[in-house]
């Protein structure tokens, strides 16, 4: 497990190992949401780079004879 420092200036640096292993580069934009006592970090991703994620997905739907 990695720790982190909150900085004087209130800065934070990832640890070389997270950032690695999810490709974030600097400048990487995050959406920063409180949850109960935590902080999570979520990165954006330009929109150009989520086209095809969801390629191969199922997209049938079981639905009940009324909703048909």
Known sequence: MSTITLSNE???VIPKEIR???GLQ???TFEAIPYNN???LIP???IN???GI???IDTNITRED???
Request: net charge positive; charged share 40%.
């Open 54 to 56: 969801f390629k191969g």
């Open 10 to 12: 209130y800065h934070l």
């Open 38 to 40: 935590r902080i999570e």
């Open 66 to 68: 009324d909703r048909v």
């Open 49 to 51: 780079e989520l086209k």
């Open 26 to 28: 600097a400048g990487t």
């Open 44 to 46: 954006i991703k330009p």
């Open 20 to 22: 690695e292993s999810m």
